[in-house]
């Protein structure tokens, strides 16, 4: 496979997630996910969706815990940019939503580092907001 080609799987593959993720079909996204991912959310306690994840099953329920714990209707994701080198992209844009169980909002600019081997996901690395993302969940 070529650079291009690689590169090109990789962007098809985050396009999936996408729109994966945005249908909020689970099973969809844990077919999408390797077996054993490299996941990483810094840790935030007093954030009940934020937890560490390893496996594929693990890393799409995710989608399912946020949808649970913040309100869908307020729920915000907008890409600005992906920047894909063979089998890593970068995923920049801004987020908001709101906590169900205090209906603080939250909201902020994020990162998202994929990584694709053989057509799945192999890390998942988010950088967001996370002071206000815990400000919100704060009752």
């Not at 969706?49 to 799409?60: K, L, Q, V």
Request: glycine share 8%; hydrophobic share 45%; net charge negative.
């Amino acid at each position: 496979m070529t650079p291009a080609d690689t590169a090109e799987a990789t962007r098809l593959t985050v396009q999936r997630f996408l729109g994966l993720r945005l249908a909020g079909d689970t099973e969809g996204l844990a077919a999408l996910f390797a077996d054993e991912v490299d996941w990483m959310l810094a840790d935030n306690p007093g954030v009940p969706w934020i937890r560490p994840r390893s496996t594929a099953a693990e890393c799409a329920a995710q989608a399912d815990e946020l949808a649970r714990y913040t309100v869908p209707e307020d729920a915000r994701a907008s890409v600005d940019a992906v920047l894909v080198d063979g089998t890593d992209a970068v995923l920049m844009g801004q987020l908001s939503g709101t906590v169900r169980a205090t209906g603080k909002s939250f909201s902020g600019p994020f990162a998202l580092r994929l990584t694709v081997e053989d057509g799945r996901i192999t890390r998942h690395h988010l950088y967001e907001n996370s002071l206000s993302i815990a400000q919100a969940c704060a009752p």
